[in-house]
């Protein structure tokens, strides 16, 4: 086996836990303020990890970019799209300092497949972002 | 295709007649809150307070009513039958133990909630372009 098949496995089965030095080396990156990590209407199917800091989630309109929401620390995102094969819906914008780590979709499927918690963990993010949007829907 | 007996045996089956009201907006989940459609139509409604109402309709092989039992929280929306509808009801455990033997299971209810968290960004997508709010 790989070693970056061995890495993809310790973070199926570790997660958190499982990130070391050199995870965040092979799939560590840091993005700075306004940097964007995902362009809305993009066929790219690469997967991001929030490690640190927060990105925007945002919609072009015109010439501006409105936010829809605000994803943080341990948020998974881009994984819409490598479930239902769309073309990326938003683009994602760095607020501040954001530390990522990014998988290719192979990468994602091995964790995915390998580890039922981290289909708990997409039901509960999703669930949760549902909510959110509904709740925000409802303030407007 | 796996055969859809492996997982829907943790469930318990519920029929639904037509026009019938599966669960309304503002209601605890039951127990078994996580529903899946063998056969059937069912249409979840998500009614805003501003009165503006948006339908979702599902035909069978569909996972709905995730979202409120997994955010502990009460039903955001309305699901009806639109026809006499088979439904299998799983409890939040049993539901993880059929998605964690069957990759289709997982498959359709994690897609489901997409689509449907990109019909709520659309939609909010929409109402923040009539009105001025934070861009950057």
Not at chain 1, 1 to 6: G, I
Not at chain 1, 83 to 108: P, Q, W
Request: aromatic share 12%; proline share 2%.
């Amino acid at each position: 086996m790989s070693d970056r098949y061995n890495d993809i496995m310790k973070i199926a089965f570790q997660a958190e836990d499982g990130i070391d030095e050199e995870i965040i080396k092979k799939f560590g990156r840091v993005y700075t303020d306004k940097q964007v990590l995902i362009k809305e209407g993009e066929i790219q199917q690469k997967i991001f990890w929030i490690q640190k800091g927060n990105v925007y989630i945002t919609r072009k309109m015109g010439t501006k970019y409105k936010v829809l929401t605000t994803l943080g620390e341990g948020e998974i995102i881009g994984e819409m799209s490598f479930f239902d094969k769309s073309v990326r819906s938003a683009t994602v914008i760095a607020k501040g300092k954001v530390e990522v780590l990014i998988f290719s979709k192979e990468d994602f499927a091995d964790i995915f497949s390998a580890s039922p918690e981290w289909t708990k963990r997409f039901f509960i993010s999703l669930s949760h972002r549902i909510k959110t949007m509904i709740e925000k829907l409802n303030l407007i | 295709m796996e055969k859809r007996e492996s997982y829907l045996q943790y469930g318990r089956e519920i029929i639904f007649e037509p026009g019938s009201v599966i669960y309304k907006s503002g209601s605890r989940p039951s127990k078994n809150a996580i529903l899946y459609i063998v056969a059937g139509l069912v249409k979840i409604e998500v009614g805003l307070k501003d009165g503006t109402k948006f339908p979702l309709y599902l035909q069978p092989d569909n996972v709905f009513g995730i979202v409120e039992p997994l955010s502990e929280c009460a039903r955001l929306t309305n699901a009806f039958s639109m026809e006499k509808s088979l439904l299998y009801a799983w409890d939040i455990e049993d539901f993880y133990l059929a998605s964690s033997i069957s990759w289709e299971l997982t498959y359709i209810s994690i897609t489901g909630l997409t689509r449907f968290l990109r019909i709520l960004n659309a939609e909010f997508g929409e109402k923040l372009g009539l009105i001025k709010e934070r861009t950057i």
